[in-house]
Structures are given as structure tokens and as C-alpha cells.
């Protein structure tokens, strides 16, 4: 049996070590002290515009060339995060890329999509479809590409696999070096490789993730892949997992989100995207209302990129049109 430390080593797709910052100004404002909280600053990572995606994909492109792979295949929605950075680390790889998106053409704002254009991916809408049927477009995809005499690697959904997910037990070996006095890392958890990567290598009382709406199962999920790591996994019901920030399910704006949008920047300048890193603050902040995450100890952000999402996300666009028109005023 093949284990995710066998195979190539992973291509060098990103600039590491990612900078670790202090938030004094929000953690105080949140009423934690103001060396508490910090931010793992992942969507500086480089290549595509930055995001947690790039750590997983030099580990699948690795093994992609090593398969002699013309071609890179993945799904997503489409804001998809792992999409466009697919297309970059193709772009930069010299592989042509197809993303299988969920939904039809013409019905998404370009956000992300734009950037998929920029870096010459094909996209092929997969129409309104759940997660298996948009897999087995994939599958189709690649199948017609292999008769066209190509060669095609599909990458998983998220670029979550044990494979991928041994992005992030690196990333959580930097956290140990920037921060050995560590508690808790919070995470945002759309298809759970960035969670299991740093259960693997910080154990699972250290890790918060921020259920986002993205899996019906997250903490199947993320065990599945842990096991895939190491073999072992802890039971699903020991990992920290807030699951009270989906609201009405993924892409779904929701109050806490444009608060957390909102003090994030405001107190930091710092922007985060409605769906992912967005529900993550908001979870954080959740966390420390509730006792979760407390004074004198040191807090990390997991920040995971996707600020291409917010400007193809309507409601936020909307929200924020609104709030600047309430601020503006005329000479």
C-alpha cells in the first residue's frame, strides 16, 4: 500500500515560510490581551494570488509530472480558491488546466473566474450537481482527454487528499518554530486537508476548525484524511469543530461573517472572503465569547486566502456598497 510519504517531493510552488503578525488592535477589542492573537499569514503564499491551495498542489502537481501529466482536471464551484490556483500552478507548471465547475455559464459574477480566464484554464459547467455527479464530470472529462492521446491528473476536490494534506503538517511544523507556546490554531474547514494537516502534526486539541459549509460530514472528513496520513485518527467527536457558522449553507452571507469582515479590516486592515475566511473569524470571534479561546494565551488565525471570492460574491459586494453609501458625502 502506497502512503502519502511515498512518491516525488513536492514541487516548489510557493514562498515559505509565511509570515506570522500580531492583531493587537482586534484582539483587544475582542478583550483578549494584546499579544493573544496572531495570523498565519497563508494567503501570501505566492504563486495565483496566494491561498492555503498551494501547499497541497505542490505535493499533487509532484506527483502529476512524475506521472508525466499534460493536463491537470478538478472540480470546484464556481469561486472556487482551489480552481484558480490550479490553473496558476498549471500556468506555471507549462500544463493546460480544466476546471469542472458546478453551475452554468453566465450565472456567476467573475471573481475567481476571471483569474481562471487570465491563466488560460478551460472550464467545463457541470450544470446544477451535487458533489458525486460533479466528480464523475471530472472523471468524463479526463476519460475524453486520455482518448484525445493527453495526459490528465485529476486533482481532488479542495486538493484535499493525504497527499495534499501534507501541506499543512509542514505549515504546522513552521507554526512550532515561529510560536512554540501555541494553543490554538483556528482554521477554516471547507474540504479538510488545511484541519488535517495540522491535527497530524500539532494533535487535535490544538486545532479550532470552522465548519464552512462545503462537506456534509467535516469531521468524517477530516479523520478520513488523517487516517490516510498516518494510519490512525483520533475518534471524530475529539476534534474541535465549530459547526454554527454555516447559517443558510455555503456562500450564504450571514451577519457574523459581515461583522467579523468588518472588524477584521477595521482594526487591521485586513481582508478576509465571506465564505471561507470570513466564517473562520467569525467562528474565532464565537470562540472567544464563549469561553473557547481565552486571555493569556496564544491564538493563531489561519488566514487562507480567497480575496478574488469576495469580488465575485454579490451579497458581500452588495453589503459593502451599502455600508459605503450610509459613509459618503458630497463637497
Known amino acids: 500500500m502506497t502512503s502519502a510519504s511515498d512518491g516525488p517531493q513536492p514541487v516548489p510552488l510557493g514562498t515559505w515560510p509565511t509570515p506570522l503578525e500580531p492583531l493587537p488592535r482586534l484582539a483587544r477589542h475582542l478583550g ?19 491561498g492555503n491551495k498551494i501547499r497541497k498542489l505542490e505535493w499533487l502537481c509532484a506527483a502529476a509530472l512524475a506521472e508525466g501529466a499534460t493536463h491537470l482536471v478538478t472540480t470546484g464551484a464556481p469561486q472556487s480558491n482551489h480552481a484558480r490556483l490550479t490553473a496558476a500552478a498549471g500556468a506555471r507548471l507549462g500544463l493546460r488546466t480544466v476546471l469542472v465547475l458546478a453551475g452554468t455559464p453566465g450565472g456567476a459574477a467573475p471573481g475567481n473566474l476571471a483569474l481562471d480566464a487570465l491563466f488560460d484554464a478551460t472550464v467545463v459547467w457541470a450544470g446544477d450537481v451535487r458533489a458525486e455527479a460533479l466528480a464523475a464530470a471530472a472523471a468524463d472529462v479526463a476519460a475524453g482527454l486520455r482518448a484525445e492521446g493527453a495526459v490528465p491528473a485529476l486533482i ?60 456534509t460530514d467535516p469531521a468524517g472528513v477530516v479523520t478520513a484524511l488523517l487516517s490516510g496520513l498516518s494510519g490512525t485518527a483520533p475518534a471524530p467527536e475529539r476534534l474541535r469543530l465549530r459547526l454554527d457558522q454555516v447559517g443558510e449553507g455555503y456562500g450564504a452571507l450571514t451577519e457574523p461573517v459581515v461583522a ?32 473557547h479561546i481565552t486571555r493569556g494565551r496564544r491564538t493563531v488565525f489561519l488566514h487562507t486566502g480567497g480575496l478574488p471570492g469576495l469580488f465575485g460574491h454579490r451579497a458581500a459586494l452588495e453589503e459593502a456598497a451599502s455600508d459605503l453609501a450610509t459613509r459618503s458625502r458630497s463637497l
Not at 490581551?33 to 494570488?49: E, H, P, Q, S, V
Not at 495534499?164 to 482554521?187: F, I, K, N, S
Open 32 to 50: 483578549l490581551g494584546a499579544d493573544d492573537l496572531w495570523i498565519k499569514r497563508d494567503d501570501l503564499t505566492g504563486t495565483g494570488g496566494g
Open 156 to 215: 481532488p476536490f479542495g486538493g484535499s487528499s493525504a497527499l495534499g494534506a501534507r501541506g499543512y503538517t509542514a505549515c504546522a511544523q513552521e507554526l512550532l518554530t515561529q510560536a512554540p507556546d501555541l494553543d490554538t490554531v483556528v482554521v477554516a474547514v471547507g474540504s479538510g486537508g488545511t484541519m488535517a494537516g495540522l491535527v497530524h502534526t500539532l494533535g487535535a486539541d490544538r486545532v479550532l476548525g470552522v465548519h464552512c459549509g462545503a462537506v
Open 260 to 291: 467579523a469582515l468588518n472588524r477584521t479590516a477595521r482594526t487591521e486592515g485586513i481582508v478576509l472572503d465571506p465564505v471561507y475566511t470570513g466564517r473562520a473569524m467569525a467562528g474565532l470571534i464565537a470562540a472567544v465569547e464563549d469561553g
